[in-house]
């Protein structure tokens, strides 16, 4: 089973940026996405990209945040933009839609100050 591993959290003044990482253990074949909770709400599902490089986006991001990836290194970016304090949370990356994925790695803590 392939292993998911997020970085590049951290703390950053609203407006700011950051750039997320997840690098897989192997190769990934499917959609992919980035997942994020806040405490007290469900995860949900924030950007989300084919393996052929077709993109999706909450609209709560839309604008602001970019996923790319890079198949050859069997990583997913998420590059963050003019963030705001209500996109704080722990973010995930895992497989995308149509799967529900139910195993979830420790994730990247996203911190943003007003």
């Known amino acids: 089973q392939v292993q998911l591993v997020e970085s590049g959290g951290g703390l950053v003044q609203s407006g700011g940026s950051l750039r997320l990482s997840c690098a897989a253990s192997?190769?990934?074949?499917?959609?992919m996405g980035w997942y994020r909770q806040a405490p007290g709400k469900q995860r949900e599902l924030v950007a989300s990209?084919?393996?052929?490089?077709?993109?999706n986006y909450a609209d709560s991001v839309k604008g602001r945040f970019i996923i790319s990836r890079d198949n050859a290194k069997n990583t997913v970016y998420l590059q963050m933009n003019s963030l705001k304090p209500e996109d704080a949370a722990v973010y995930y990356c895992?497989?995308?839609?149509?799967?529900?994925?139910?195993?979830w790695g420790q994730g990247t803590q996203v911190t943003v100050s007003s």
């Open positions: 192997g190769s990934i074949f499917g959609t």
């Open positions: 990209i084919t393996r052929g490089g077709s993109t």
């Open positions: 895992n497989l995308g839609p149509p799967f529900q994925p139910t195993r």
